[in-house]
């Protein structure tokens, strides 16, 4: 029960003894206490009381979902662009009607925009307007009805420009230039859109809602070196004069946000699924790795669509790779565009693909695309989904064990999230949009899905999407019409379980506890909530399942609702059990204090069948050092699946793991997940095992995959650097950040400045955390050497920390070292180098001050906390 219902019965209950009752208006524990003040009224004399202290009562912020007076039915744009200025300069034919009311005007979002004209179609004669840099009022000049369409044509410059931007979409600026003689001559020349959430009408004038949908045109007209995709099917191309017309038609409704552009120099890859358009949009470089890239597409497209019960419903699947993108990806309808992170050769690929971000982005096409939130509040109706497709993906691709393994990392990302920003799943109280892209709507959306599902079960989960979907095609959804698709299909009332999940904050914290009674038989499983009942319900209504073990490993399952703040389930039983375990299906989204001994988790590990039984095991039982534990550890080594392979390494006892030396070298040449085996190489050179120098030689090279050829040059590094400096002259050509990253550190060991040169052309290429370590490395040589060479590096890192088309990886990793350098100087006993802190001290002021990106200006502020302005 929420704070608010409390307090009103708790007012209810006053007034009812107020008027004569002998009852007490008992307030429930934890509320505060509403004190009310009866008087027995004398008919002939009431004396007067103190008028109340005034209060300022205020509603609730709510985000309404917008409304709609206009109906967009189509758009055509007529566009073309001015690079220099980075313009866009267009013609916007928008043919709208009424939504319900009759009315003279219309708004258009339009930010950034001068208009050369807006008037009629068919018409020499300019409307009025009025034009505030973000919409403009139309008078339309007469009334139009419901049902009556009119056409307006508008000729426009569109100046793109950002004004803000959030930690998952870093900018609001809608089209991008993207420019290589900025910073990068190697960088190709590209447009690109990103509109979500309401930017694309910095390039084009719309109702730039989620609730509004519109067919459309787009004529796009640029240099016939380049490709254009845009949403719907390629009409024509038509050339004259060295550039190209390129006509787009989308003929399937969908909302604004959703339009897109992508032009560039890409080498275009074709296929076809179904008979329909496959294609993949790459730089030239990667062309042979495009099915890589964007591997297991086709049979994505089958799964989702059996599954589903819906054939995807759209007339092609494009998907692009650009420049400098401000988004992992974006599900633009019919034309997916991903950022250059995704773009690897394939032996880059090796265990480390896209499945993930490529089954997102696809399910979007029916979870945002053929049915789309209605408000940014429900955002989760869109990436809830799209979250909750790689767990089905994963689990038809590489079983279950693997999806649970996501899940976990899924669970982990929204618990700590919400450690420090509670807030409904469907959020009407949020202070800016682009706040609602954060580990609530995608990580918990998809976590409650995965409760839903195994709740009613997998026949009457995907019935009711498939209900879902068919009745709600082509228009804007909110959580109720997921809540009556399910009741539909199970008949049974859901609300407890929606109002609960997605219109209550947080998530239950459960203690609980297992004893045995042997004089009475009697096995007890004690379920405590001990969520905060102050910013979360005290208690959370959970069905779950309770696994009992015999010694013998047979179990039984009792199915329970957890409704209580403190409840016990009571089991009779003939024997004690070896086990019993609460949430069995592990699928409950809670943090958990499961009070379970070692011997018992030394039993879950061998009989408990599931990853997270497994996986659990292994943490819990990581620092025994009993023969047991140990057993368990190096029973782990040859787990079915990798990442509990590789968990086991991690928590060898020293005693175990030096006497697992002949294994992990084996596992390091021999295991078929590269993880594992990579892994295998950095415990190897952890003990400083010299055992397996020749495994490492071979690994470096015969293995297929760049990030073990890399751990086994720092294990050479570590055990026999002159053989790895042998090696490394041929690696350092490689791409490859794994690689890069090993032949960095290990010229980083040397201490010789030569190799400074190595740091200086590759800091650009290591990607991910890769490039945070990489720097690492570059500062510690240069710190090593002399002043002059730490100034130089110092330059190169502060351009690329200020640097605005720099991957937000880099630009963290060039700023850290410069902190770092920074921190190493002040303590230095020289003088110099000390008043060269103070220099570095200045710049780190200015990469503070002008940073844009929220999620490093998070950063910047933890990491420079000691720098004040």
């Known amino acids: 029960m929420s704070i608010l219902r409390t307090l009103i019965i708790g007012s209810m209950l006053v007034l009812l003894g107020s008027c004569g009752s002998q009852q007490k208006a008992v307030q429930p524990a934890g509320e505060p206490i509403i004190e009310t003040e009866f008087r027995q009224l004398d008919t002939m004399f009431v004396s007067a009381s103190r008028e109340p202290e005034p209060e300022n009562f205020t509603l609730p912020t709510y985000r309404a979902s917008h409304t709609r007076t206009h109906d967009l039915m189509h758009t055509i744009l007529d566009l073309q662009f001015d690079w ?215 049979e994505m497209l089958s799964f989702f669509s059996d599954k589903l019960g819906v054939k995807y419903p759209w007339q092609k699947y494009a998907q692009v790779v650009v420049r400098d993108y401000v988004s992992g990806a974006m599900e633009n309808t019919t034309a997916v565009i991903f950022g250059d992170f995704v773009q690897r050769h394939k032996r880059e690929l090796i265990d480390d693909g896209n499945d993930r971000i490529v089954a997102h982005e696809l399910f979007h096409h029916w979870f945002g695309d053929l049915v789309t939130t209605e408000s940014w509040s429900n955002l989760t109706m869109n990436e809830g989904f799209a979250n909750y497709s790689e767990y089905l993906w994963f689990e038809h691709k ?70 879902y979907l068919t009745e709600n095609a082509y228009t804007a959804v909110e959580a109720h019409n997921l809540r009556l698709a399910f009741e539909e299909v199970t008949g049974e009332d859901l609300n407890w379980f929606f109002n609960q999940w997605y219109f209550e904050q947080g998530h239950p914290d459960l203690s609980v506890t297992y004893d045995f009674n042997e004089a009475t038989g009697q096995a007890n499983v004690t379920v405590e909530q001990i969520q905060n009942p102050e910013i979360m319900p005290a208690i959370f209504q959970l069905p779950a399942a309770i696994d009992i073990y015999k010694a013998n490993g047979e179990k039984v399952r009792h199915e329970v609702m957890v409704n209580e703040r403190t409840q016990t389930f009571t089991f009779e039983l003939e024997e004690a059990p070896a086990l019993m375990q609460f949430d069995a299906d592990r699928v409950l989204l809670a ?154 550190e290990l010229y980083a060991s040397t201490g010789d400045a030569k190799y400074l040169p190595f740091f200086k052309k590759n800091l650009t290429e290591v990607s991910g955390f890769s490039a945070i370590y990489f720097v690492d490395a570059c500062v510690e040589l240069a710190v090593n050497s002399d002043l002059e060479t730490s100034k130089t590096v110092a330059g190169h890192l502060n351009t690329l920390a200020l640097g605005e088309s720099i991957s937000p990886w880099i630009k963290f990793g060039a700023t850290r070292g410069l902190n770092e350098m920074r921190k190493a100087f002040e303590q230095a006993e020289q003088k110099e180098q000390q008043a060269y802190a103070e220099t570095l001290l200045e710049r780190l002021k200015t990469i503070k001050a002008s940073e844009k990106n929220p999620q490093l200006i998070s950063f910047y502020n933890q990491m420079l906390s000691d720098i004040k302005p």
């Not at 866009?88 to 319900?100: E, H, M, W």
């Not at 309401?198 to 016939?224: A, L």
């Not at 497994?614 to 190096?634: D, F």
């Not at 990579?678 to 055992?691: G, H, N, T, Y």
């Open 84 to 298: 220099e200025a980075e313009q866009v300069l267009g013609i916007a034919t928008l043919t709208l009607s009424p939504y319900f009311y009759p009315s003279d005007e219309v708004t258009l979002d339009a930010k950034g925009f001068e208009f050369e004209y807006i008037r009629l179609k068919g018409s020499n004669r300019n409307l009025e307007y009025g034009y505030d840099g973000r919409q403009v009022r139309i008078n339309l000049g007469k009334t139009y009805k419901k049902g009556e369409s009119y056409t307006l044509e508008i000729k426009y410059v569109a100046t793109p420009a950002a004004s803000g931007g959030s930690s998952a979409i870093t900018s609001d600026k809608g089209l991008f230039f993207i420019d290589p003689r900025d910073e990068d001559p190697d960088k190709p020349t590209q447009i690109w859109t990103q509109g979500e959430t309401e930017h694309n009408s910095r390039w084009f004038p719309t109702i730039d809602k989620p609730n509004e949908r519109t067919t459309q045109e787009m004529y796009v007209t640029v240099e016939d070196r380049y490709e254009v995709l845009s949403n719907g099917v390629l009409e024509s191309v038509e050339e004259e004069a060295g550039m190209k017309t390129w006509h787009w038609v989308m003929d399937q409704p969908h909302a604004p946000y959703l339009f897109m552009l992508a032009i560039g120099e890409f080498a275009v890859v074709e296929d076809t699924w179904e008979g329909k358009p496959v294609t993949y949009y790459v730089e030239p470089e990667y062309e042979a790795d495009a099915e890589a890239i964007f591997a297991h597409t086709k």
């Open 398 to 467: 590489y079983g279950r064990d693997y999806a649970d393994h996501h899940l976990l990392g899924e669970w982990s990302g929204y618990l700590s999230s919400a450690r420090g920003n509670l807030h409904p799943l469907i959020h009407f109280g949020y202070e800016d949009k682009e706040d609602m892209f954060d580990a609530h709507s995608y990580n918990k959306g998809g976590a409650v899905l995965h409760m839903l599902r195994n709740y009613v079960g997998d026949d009457a989960f995907f019935a009711a999407l498939n209900l």
């Open 591 to 744: 943090e958990m204090q499961d009070n379970k001994s070692s011997a018992q988790y030394l039993f879950q590990y061998k009989n408990a069948p599931l990853f997270l039984d497994r996986y659990e095991a292994v943490l819990e039982l990581r620092g025994e050092q009993s023969p047991e534990a140990q057993q368990v550890m190096t029973a782990a080594l040859e787990d079915p699946f990798w990442a509990i392979r590789v968990a086991a390494m991690q928590n060898l006892s020293p005693e175990t793991a030096a006497n697992a030396g002949a294994m992990l070298s084996q596992m390091g040449s021999e295991d078929p997940h590269s993880e594992v085996r990579a892994m295998a190489f950095s415990m190897l050179a952890e003990l400083e095992d010299a055992s397996a120098v020749s495994f490492a030689q071979q690994a470096i090279q015969q293995d297929s995959a760049y990030s073990v050829i890399g751990a086994a040059l720092q294990y050479l590094t570590v055990l026999d650097p002159e053989a790895a400096l042998e090696i490394a002259d041929d690696l350092e050509q490689h791409s490859s950040s794994d690689i890069l990253l090993a032949v960095g």
